[in-house]
């Protein structure tokens, strides 16, 4: 069961290798959240290059490179490669970074959750890995919640 911290992610390295639908979904959120996203992927999706000409995220397009991690806060591995995302888990390992790894909860330092905002609420709805349709479902109905109940006051 994984414990639910919220952290501070403001001005902080969240590298994310892969920058396909669920890198992205990644890149989005952690940008959102104010991390300093640093993407290496040799293909992005329209959104990832939007937010880079932006200049709200970083980009690299080429394939993850250990030093890419140096003074990481946090890692995502999204590719589409089983292999990339487990070599990228144990660099993450060996460094100390704390690392998502998209195709295999049991590489997982932490999840992605659920997510339901709304005035000065924020929640994160987490199924164990067990059932991540359910956590959807759940942090839609949150989000429905919010906005009836606890919308008033914005943060
Ligand atoms: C453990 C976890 C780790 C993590 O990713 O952080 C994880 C793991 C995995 N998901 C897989 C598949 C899919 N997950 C989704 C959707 C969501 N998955 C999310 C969270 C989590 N997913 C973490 C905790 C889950 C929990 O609490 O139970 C949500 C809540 C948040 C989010 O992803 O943003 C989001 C819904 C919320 C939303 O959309 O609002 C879809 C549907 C879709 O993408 O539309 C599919 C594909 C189709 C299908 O199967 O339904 C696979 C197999 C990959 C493969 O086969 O290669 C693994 C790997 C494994 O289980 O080992
Ligand atoms: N956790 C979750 O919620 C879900 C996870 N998945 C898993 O997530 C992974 C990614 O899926 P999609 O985003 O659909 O794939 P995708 O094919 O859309 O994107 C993969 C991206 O990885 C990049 N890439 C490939 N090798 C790389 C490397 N060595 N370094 C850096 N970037 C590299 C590609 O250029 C591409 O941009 C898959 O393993 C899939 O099984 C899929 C659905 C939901």
Same mark, same amino acid.
């Given at each position: !069961?994984?414990?639910? !911290?919220?952290?501070?992610? $403001?001005?902080?390295?969240? *590298?994310?290798? +892969?920058?396909? #639908? @669920? ?6 959120v ?7 996203? %640093?993407?290496?992927?040799?293909? @992005?999706?329209? =959104? ?5 000409? =932006?200049?709200?995220?970083? /980009? ?7 030093? $890419?991690? $140096? ?14 995302? &487990?070599?990228?888990?144990?660099? /993450? ?5 704390? #690392?998502? *790894?998209? $195709?295999?909860?049991?590489? /997982?330092?932490?999840? %992605?959750p659920g997510i339901a905002r ?6 994160g @709805? /987490?199924?164990? +890995?067990?059932? &991540?349709? !359910?956590?959807?479902?759940?942090a839609?109905? #949150?989000?429905?919640? %919010? ?6 006051? =914005?943060?």
């Amino acid at each position: !069961m994984k414990f639910p !911290m919220f952290v501070e992610l $403001d001005g902080k390295k969240a *590298v994310v290798a +892969g920058a396909g #639908v @669920i890198g992205t979904r990644r890149i989005q959120v952690l940008e959102e959240f104010g991390a300093r996203v %640093f993407v290496v992927s040799p293909e @992005i999706s329209p =959104e990832v290059r939007k937010l880079w000409e =932006e200049g709200r995220i970083n /980009c690299e397009l080429r394939i993850l490179e250990k030093r $890419d991690l $140096d003074q990481a806060f946090l890692a995502v591995a999204a590719t589409d490669s089983r292999e990339a995302n &487990h070599q990228a888990a144990v660099w /993450c390992r060996e460094a100390g970074i704390p #690392v998502n *790894v998209a $195709d295999k909860k049991e590489e /997982c330092d932490f999840y %992605f959750p659920g997510i339901a905002r709304g005035g000065l609420l924020t929640a994160g @709805i /987490c199924a164990g +890995g067990k059932d &991540h349709r !359910m956590a959807k479902e759940a942090a839609a109905e #949150v989000r429905q919640l %919010f906005a009836e109940k606890y919308s008033s006051k =914005e943060p």
